[in-house]
């Protein structure tokens, strides 16, 4: 069996160590499809550098810039490779932080990682960290707050409706399921009132 000869193993050895570091070398690689793939993976580079980003959130940034859709996909599945893309790990601390720090509702979480093309999988996992006694202990909170803007009790029952409907409101953007909302709502609202006639 005949062995390469060693000036051509070194030329190899060299093109792959061009290649891996993003460089076309030695010729016997597409020096062009390279440069492509180079443009497009600092643009990649930099936005999961701002925060993570699901794959299909990447994908659609980059075809936006205008980058080809087939160069976007190498370089995607390079960085998920590479362990820069996990939608998994994305969805995770997407779940952790936005329901920790802005208080938002498992509802919302998935309907937000089901928009960044999170699979549905992945988007479960996610939301396992969130414990239902949690988000409604989350959900009183948010209604007592919102309560304690309310500075005289209701004058009469559009008034009361009207306030009601603010504390509402606040969970309702946040994704807390309607029927609870209300409830919650209705019981932070009797107690701010209780609160101002004992005031009096």
Known sequence: MNQPAPEKLARLRQALEAYES???GGGLFDREAEEAKAKVRSRALGLLDQRSRSRQELYDRLLKAEFEPDVIEDVLDDLTNAGLVNDAAFAHEWVRQRHKRRGKSASALNRELREKGVGEAD????LEQIDPADEEA???????KKARSIKAVPSDRK????ALRRIVGVLARRGFNEGMSLQIAISALDARCAELRAEE
């Open 159 to 162: 008034e009361r409706d009207k």
């Open 138 to 144: 989350m959900a009183q909170t948010l209604a007592e």
């Open 123 to 126: 988007r479960a996992e996610a």
């Open 22 to 24: 993003g460089a076309a």
